[in-house]
């Protein structure tokens, strides 16, 4: 095609750019006010990078079938830690430990997801909603199973997990079997590498085209022979295991568990990270997660203490991290309606 011949540029082919470059705005306008070290500040994002960017990857397949962001990744990673106190009760280290705490983490994301898949299949329109109350319900089965049923009914024996009492997990876990199992970040860039490859070829597959035929028109999959409600319970299946195996590399790293609570915001965390990528409600690809997950923790860490350095106490640092988590899901939320609105028009 000719200079002459080619369409014109079109600003809306920009729009989907406004929210990550929003954000990468904000974070260097913060960190030009902050005091952390540019050497400190890489260090830290690579960090953080690390440890999240798989829970991120794993809210692609729900919003490629149709099921939107899925707020419900949180059972998957209640999977995942119920993975990891397994391989640390029963002693297992090193990186084998961490495969066998992996294996066990899919095959229990496995089992949580089915019960998830099956109910926001009669919520459908209400997906996402639905997934973020259905993810506080399994919240209160994970605490009852752990406060209650660890020791006397669950197989937990290892004094250091368990309270003196026997009955129930301690609040605070030290991970000394499994933290920091994988060596480094070139490890976690292998890893990253491997799950994209799986994600890439999943999408491939046969499955993965009906993932993407269902995310496009309901009726339409149907009407070709794609049994619908079955396509979208296993991208449930495959988004809470992979929310499972993501809390698990993300706990070894941290190798602190907070046992009734390390999972209350990981939703919250994924789905602000995915869309300050730049995806939507509708769209989402691997670049997307990538993307947003290094914009989002940059922007944590360069707004967050430039805002308490500048109200002058540190202690608010928690509150204006959850702060701006909800304020980047609102905003994002709100662009995606305008410029959906504008499309239809």
């Known amino acids: 095609m000719s200079a002459g011949n080619r369409p014109p540029f079109r600003l809306d082919r920009l729009e989907p750019l406004l929210v990550p470059a929003v954000v990468f705005s904000i974070s260097m306008i913060a960190f030009s006010f902050g005091k952390t070290p540019f050497s400190r500040l890489i260090v830290n994002l690579e960090q953080q990078f690390s440890r999240n960017v798989f829970l991120v990857l794993a809210l692609i397949i729900p919003v490629v079938a149709g099921l939107g962001l899925?707020?419900?990744?949180?059972?998957?990673?209640?999977?995942?830690?119920?993975?990891?106190?397994?391989?640390?009760?029963?002693?297992?280290?090193?990186?084998?430990?961490?495969?066998?705490?992996?294996?066990?983490?899919?095959?229990?994301?496995?089992?949580?997801?089915?019960?998830?898949?099956?109910?926001?299949?009669?919520?459908?329109?209400?997906?996402?909603i639905c997934g973020l109350i259905f993810g506080y319900f399994a919240s209160g089965v994970y605490q009852f199973l752990l406060l209650i049923l660890a020791g006397p009914v669950l197989p937990f024996s290892s004094q250091r997990l368990l309270l003196p009492s026997g009955v129930g997990l301690r609040s605070t876990l030290d991970l000394k079997s499994m933290g920091q199992a994988v060596p480094g970040l070139w490890a976690y860039l292998l890893l990253l590498g491997l799950a994209v490859l799986l994600l890439s070829w999943l999408f491939r597959t046969k499955l993965g085209q009906d993932w993407r035929a269902v995310g496009l028109n309901r009726h339409v999959a149907a009407v070709a022979g794609i049994a619908v409600e079955r396509t979208r319970l296993l991208a449930m299946v495959f988004s809470t295991v992979l929310?499972?195996?993501g809390q698990v590399l993300y706990l070894q790293d941290f190798s602190t568990l907070n046992t009734y609570t390390q999972h209350d915001q990981v939703g919250f965390y994924a789905v602000a990270a995915l869309l300050v990528g730049g995806a939507t409600v509708q769209r989402a690809t691997v670049l997307h997660a990538v993307l947003g997950t290094a914009l989002f923790h940059l922007l944590i860490l360069t707004a967050v203490p430039a805002m308490a350095q500048l109200v002058g106490n540190s202690q608010i640092e928690e509150y204006c991290r959850e702060l701006f988590v909800f304020l980047i899901i609102g905003v994002s939320l709100v662009v995606h309606a305008w410029r959906a609105g504008r499309q239809s028009t």
Do not use: Y
Request: hydrophobic share 55%.
């Open 70 to 128: 899925n707020f419900a990744v949180v059972v998957g990673a209640m999977a995942g830690q119920l993975a990891i106190l397994t391989a640390e009760d029963r002693g297992w280290s090193g990186g084998s430990g961490l495969l066998g705490a992996l294996g066990l983490a899919v095959a229990l994301g496995g089992l949580a997801g089915l019960p998830t898949g099956a109910l926001l299949n009669r919520a459908r329109g209400r997906e996402m």
């Open 243 to 245: 929310g499972a195996a």
